[in-house]
C-alpha cells in the first residue's frame, strides 16, 4: 500500500505549490485539492501536470471546492439545478482524467435534506454515469453530519448503485460521527479507493493531528483493510495548523509505510 501526502495540509498555498511540497517531501502518491475553477484547465492544469510528471508522483483522487454545496448542487428536487450541477462536475472530472487520477471525492447530502436510499443512489449514479464518460468513478466519502457518515445508509447506497459506487474512507470523519471505520471496512472494503490519514490526541481534543503523534491504532487499521483485499493508497490528510513541520509529515509518512507494509521491511 502506498503512503501519500494530500495537498489539503498545506492550504491556503496555491495548489501547484503545495503539490510541489508532497512532491519534495518523497511522497509516491497523493490528492489533490482544488481550490478554484482556474485551476482545473489552462495554464495551472499544465504545471499540476508538469510537476506530476517531474516527480513521477501518482495522483489517485482529486477533491472538489464545492463539497459544501453538494446537496443543493448534486441531491435537490429541482432537476435543472441538478444538470447544471453534473455540467459543472464535469470540469473536474476532465481535470481527474488529465492527471491521472481514478475518482473525484464526494461529501455528498447533508442529514438536513431528508432523502431516502433510493432517491440517494438514483441521484449519485447520474453523476457517476457522467463521470464514466471521463474513464474516471465518483468516490463518497464518509463525512460528519452527511448521510453517508453511517456505515449502513452508505452501504445501501452501495447495492443500489451497483459497480459504480466507490467509497472514500476517512478516519477524522469516523471520529467525529462517532462511528467505526472498521464498520466500513467489514461493509465497504471492495468499494474503497482512497483512505484519508490522521492522528487523535490521547484525551481526543486533537482529533486531525499528525500519524504517529497520537493514540491511533494504524497497525489495526492496515491489517483491517489488508484483510479486506485493500492494496492501493492512503494519504495523510490533515490542515495546516495540525503539524509543526515538513519534516514531521515526512517522519509520519514513513513510519506509516512501515506499517502499511511490514512484509516490505
Not at 462517532?178 to 471492495?190: R, T
Not at 492494496?231 to 514531521?248: H, N
Amino acid at each position: 500500500m502506498d503512503i501519500g501526502i494530500s495537498t489539503s495540509c498545506f492550504y491556503p498555498m496555491t495548489v501547484e505549490d503545495s503539490l510541489k511540497k508532497v512532491c519534495e517531501l518523497g511522497a509516491p502518491t497523493a490528492e489533490i485539492f482544488m481550490n478554484s475553477t482556474r485551476e482545473l484547465e489552462g495554464s495551472i492544469m499544465r504545471e499540476l501536470i508538469a510537476v506530476r510528471d517531474f516527480y513521477g508522483i501518482k495522483i489517485r483522487t482529486l477533491h472538489p471546492f464545492t463539497s459544501a454545496i453538494e446537496t443543493v448542487l448534486l441531491f435537490s428536487e429541482y432537476d435543472r439545478r441538478t444538470e447544471d450541477g453534473i455540467d459543472f462536475y464535469r470540469k473536474y472530472f476532465q481535470a481527474a482524467a488529465e492527471l491521472g487520477a481514478e475518482a473525484i471525492v464526494l461529501h455528498g447530502c447533508r442529514t438536513a435534506l431528508h432523502i431516502t436510499p433510493e432517491a440517494y443512489a438514483e441521484a449519485y449514479v447520474r453523476l457517476a454515469e457522467a463521470a464514466g464518460e471521463y474513464g474516471v468513478f465518483v468516490a463518497h466519502e464518509n463525512v460528519r453530519e452527511h448521510h453517508c457518515a453511517k456505515p449502513g445508509f452508505m452501504k445501501r447506497v452501495a447495492d443500489l448503485s451497483g459497480d459504480l459506487f466507490r467509497a472514500v474512507l476517512d478516519i477524522k470523519q469516523c471520529r467525529r460521527s462517532g462511528v467505526s471505520e472498521f464498520d466500513f471496512i467489514d461493509l465497504l472494503g471492495d468499494r474503497i479507493c482512497q483512505v484519508h490519514l490522521s492522528d487523535v490526541s490521547a484525551d481526543g481534543r486533537l482529533d486531525c493531528t499528525v500519524p504517529g503523534d497520537g493514540v491511533y491504532d494504524f497497525g489495526r487499521l492496515f491489517d483491517s483493510l489488508r484483510a479486506a483485499g485493500y492494496d492501493k493508497s492512503a494519504v495523510i490528510e490533515l490542515y495546516s495548523g495540525g503539524f509543526g513541520s515538513d519534516g514531521e509529515l515526512k517522519k509520519s509518512m514513513e513510519g506509516l509505510k512501515i506499517l502499511s507494509c511490514p512484509e516490505k521491511v
